[in-house]
DNA sequence: CTGAAAGCGCTTACAG
DNA sequence: CTGAAAGCGCTTACAG
């Protein structure tokens, strides 16, 4: 199956490559080419349906016209959404996207970043997982066009698009304390990242904010690393531990998966029994009954300005950086509806 | 940020390229270089973190130890899954995955074919559109290794990996007969894809063969084209139009996820006022209240059999066909136990 | 046991 | 207005 060249097009034009090179290049009235060659030769490229050979042209300019994409989890809602249309975005400027999941797992997102460099992708879109400084520092020093997403590292200033995670937070606090709730639990993952970090850090303000109580004990962390059943255990055991909880956070999308099947395990009610809210949107959550209240993420314009931003770097080699923080939408349904009372003030 | 070359270590060892790219290909002992020289390249090499140019490589072998993966929507919780473990297997055979979605649009397919062609992938694992019959055949002709997913076309013979969905449709219909319904629907694509048929075909040939009613009025089919909002509407009208119906199936996940919302909308109740199946299993599914009764493919097999099939194309060319059919298993759960009468017969 | 040389298919600086 | 030539970093047939 051999292609067919830039050369045959030449022999069978009767120019050099060199011109076909030109002409296929667009460069043909910069190099002023004759209108007649240019013609004859975009023809024969179309007969021939002449694709040029990535590789060599990589080769040669260094340019692989391909990005790589590295999330936590590419089977997860909310990555996978993103991941489609960056694929698409990234299309209309010619990319192609290789991709991989870490699991929020160093070794693993060291393993794909070897890979990626390997492979000679042009830019990356990186959700980092804890501890990655060292690589990100690596590649921000190569200066490798590159976008963080979903979080960035505090300690290393970089290009990232992430949504506003303390306002995510602090809406949904506020929402269930005006709602009258006030024994409101928050659970999270007990990684330390920004993202993570943020969401609580709205949470606890908004509780300040409305002198609620918001004890230690309220708070439960959730490692990423076991599995679903133990998750959803741990999640029922602190359940159980407060006794008079009324509402209840999660502060990403699979563990508002989790929390519900908890609740159900422990044979309570949602809406009736305890009020629910997650961070992150899900056709589960919508379908749910009674549907799930949500803070949802902009998923278009993550994934569009993470391109936009990319090609920026891309194309300018643009070293202002681009930090772009888009605003999250508590999405009201029927998890939260139990009692609506005013609270004084 | 050049990277270090073949030439910089064969000078620094002061030996000739040749002889590095015979020991890092792991040819020392086939083309009896000494253990001496071979082991100081090798210290070289793992000294300097030499990474052979993937696209130096690619243009010599005309390899590129990439796969093109073409699903129907990355974001679809199936096809993500299935792409997760895709990419996981490949990489334990050091190849990486392109992907991209065709939402069932053949332009679409055809367009990423031809990228992927562009980008000299050596094989492809791909989710065929309809109409997608001349690229397949123009693929095998030019013996690409391929294997195609989810479904095939009857027309080609190729590899292919797919579940039972005859069987799967068959158990649907036994199952909510042998509970007792009668009236019962299915909900299906307009498209004429054989992994559909059999869907449909498995679940009439056991309504016949348990002598139970299915009138084509009892049969409804939704294009893929339309919005969630125009398909959830068709199927709510559907539902109107058959007052007596008891249970009802939807031959894909995306369809049953619509099914509910539909279900909500017109004031029923799932499991009580009508019983409802769906193809695939789905987070959704499992912690809906009623959970929902559905046939689930084994996705973890499916992914490894995809490059399994695609591996043995790769290495040996092998040209026996490679046709894998996995069974599904039907996960009873509350959305089909109102009433548990049993049949006569 | 090892090396010089050709060639994969492009792009581009240089020359005319 | 157009072309000859070098070179990107590999692999491999050929030679010794």
């Given at each position: 199956?051999?292609?067919?060249?830039?050369?045959?097009?030449?022999?069978?034009?009767?120019?050099?490559?060199?011109?076909?090179?030109f002409v296929l290049n667009g460069k043909a009235?910069?190099?002023?080419?004759?209108?007649?060659?240019?013609?004859k030769i975009l023809k024969l490229a179309a007969k021939l349906k002449y694709k040029p050979n990535q590789l060599a042209r990589g080769l040669?300019?260094?340019?692989?016209?391909?990005?790589?994409?590295?999330?936590?989890d590419i089977a997860n809602n909310f990555f996978a959404n993103v991941a489609k249309i960056v694929e698409e975005e990234a299309d209309k400027f010619g990319y192609k996207v290789l991709y991989g999941s870490?699991?929020?797992?160093?070794?693993?997102?060291?393993?794909?970043l070897e890979v990626l460099e390997y492979r000679q992708v042009d830019g990356y879109i990186i959700t980092p997982t804890p501890n990655l400084d060292k690589?990100?520092?690596m590649l921000k020093n190569a200066r490798k066009p590159m976008v963080l997403m979903d979080?960035?590292?505090?300690?290393?200033?970089?290009?990232?698009?992430?949504?506003?995670?303390?306002q995510g937070g602090y809406d949904v606090a506020e929402y269930l304390l005006k709602l009258g709730y006030s024994k409101i639990a928050l659970v999270t993952t007990t990684s330390e990242q920004i993202q993570m970090k943020e969401r609580l850090n709205g949470f606890t303000a908004a509780m300040k904010a409305h002198q609620a109580n918001f004890p230690r004990k309220m708070l439960k962390k959730i490692p990423f690393s076991g599995t679903r059943e133990q998750a959803v255990d741990q999640i029922s055991d602190f359940i159980k531990t407060i006794p008079d909880l009324d509402a209840i956070f999660f502060a990403t999308n699979y563990l508002g998966v989790y929390g519900i099947e908890s609740i159900k395990q422990l044979g309570m009610t949602i809406g009736e029994d305890i009020a629910l809210v997650s961070f992150d949107d899900h056709d589960l959550f919508r379908l749910h009954t009674p549907s799930i209240t949500c803070v949802a993420q902009p998923i278009h314009d993550?994934?569009?300005?993470?391109?936009?931003?990319?090609?920026?770097?891309?194309?300018?080699?643009?070293?202002?950086?681009?930090?772009?923080v888009l605003p999250a939408t508590l999405i009201k349904r029927e998890s939260c509806s139990k009692r609506v009372k005013v609270v004084a003030g």
């Amino acid at each position: 199956m051999k292609g067919i060249s830039i050369k045959d097009i030449a022999k069978q034009a009767g120019v050099s490559p060199t011109t076909v090179s030109f002409v296929l290049n667009g460069k043909a009235k910069e190099k002023r080419i004759s209108e007649q060659v240019s013609k004859k030769i975009l023809k024969l490229a179309a007969k021939l349906k002449y694709k040029p050979n990535q590789l060599a042209r990589g080769l040669r300019t260094g340019k692989t016209k391909t990005i790589g994409l590295i999330v936590e989890d590419i089977a997860n809602n909310f990555f996978a959404n993103v991941a489609k249309i960056v694929e698409e975005e990234a299309d209309k400027f010619g990319y192609k996207v290789l991709y991989g999941s870490t699991e929020d797992n160093l070794a693993k997102a060291k393993g794909l970043l070897e890979v990626l460099e390997y492979r000679q992708v042009d830019g990356y879109i990186i959700t980092p997982t804890p501890n990655l400084d060292k690589e990100i520092e690596m590649l921000k020093n190569a200066r490798k066009p590159m976008v963080l997403m979903d979080r960035y590292l505090p300690q290393i200033p970089t290009n990232y698009v992430m949504v506003d995670n303390f306002q995510g937070g602090y809406d949904v606090a506020e929402y269930l304390l005006k709602l009258g709730y006030s024994k409101i639990a928050l659970v999270t993952t007990t990684s330390e990242q920004i993202q993570m970090k943020e969401r609580l850090n709205g949470f606890t303000a908004a509780m300040k904010a409305h002198q609620a109580n918001f004890p230690r004990k309220m708070l439960k962390k959730i490692p990423f690393s076991g599995t679903r059943e133990q998750a959803v255990d741990q999640i029922s055991d602190f359940i159980k531990t407060i006794p008079d909880l009324d509402a209840i956070f999660f502060a990403t999308n699979y563990l508002g998966v989790y929390g519900i099947e908890s609740i159900k395990q422990l044979g309570m009610t949602i809406g009736e029994d305890i009020a629910l809210v997650s961070f992150d949107d899900h056709d589960l959550f919508r379908l749910h009954t009674p549907s799930i209240t949500c803070v949802a993420q902009p998923i278009h314009d993550i994934a569009r300005n993470l391109i936009q931003v990319l090609m920026n770097e891309l194309n300018d080699n643009n070293h202002q950086l681009n930090q772009v923080v888009l605003p999250a939408t508590l999405i009201k349904r029927e998890s939260c509806s139990k009692r609506v009372k005013v609270v004084a003030g």
